[in-house]
């Protein structure tokens, strides 16, 4: 897809780090299959940094209480060519998936969510020196790796 770029996200966790949280990057939502398993794509760790392809929709998954009594919560998040998260939905309780399926649909297909055109020069620029610029851009060749 174009206007596709690698971006640092810092995905939250939700609920309590001792209990089950997960986040899922997702690619397609089968609405054949039941609960959280209707949602397709690849896993990435909760709770700090991490590198993905933008734009896409970002599904996060947490629980807090206890062991007998968990307390599921899910948010569905936009993320945009420039690295930010914009909550698109937000379910608690044990029908968290049937709540946030058709959201999570209709953002999965649209065709390009938050592309952010990026400017190919700013004249602030000018106040940098030659030696900055060049390790800012051997910074970001090197995270788009």
């Not at 896993?43 to 998954?61: E, H, N, S």
């Not at 938050?114 to 995270?143: F, G, I, T």
Request: include cysteine; aromatic fraction near 6%.
């Amino acid at each position: 897809m174009e206007g596709e770029a690698v971006v640092a996200v810092d995905v939250p966790l939700l609920g309590d780090e001792r209990r089950k949280n997960w986040a899922k990057v997702v690619s397609n939502v089968d609405e054949a299959k039941q609960g959280g398993w209707a949602f397709e794509g690849e896993f990435i760790a909760t709770g700090g940094i991490q590198d993905v392809t933008a734009p896409c929709v970002l599904l996060v998954y947490g629980e807090s209480g206890s062991r007998a009594n968990p307390r599921p919560e899910a948010r569905v998040y936009q993320v945009s060519t420039d690295g930010t998260l914009s909550e698109r939905g937000m379910a608690r309780g044990r029908a968290w998936a049937r709540t946030l399926r058709d959201t999570v649909a209709e953002l999965v297909d649209t065709e390009s969510p938050l592309v952010v055109e990026a400017k190919p020069w700013d004249p602030a620029l000018m106040h940098y020196s030659n030696e900055a610029l060049a390790e800012e851009q051997a910074r970001r060749a090197q995270r788009a790796r």
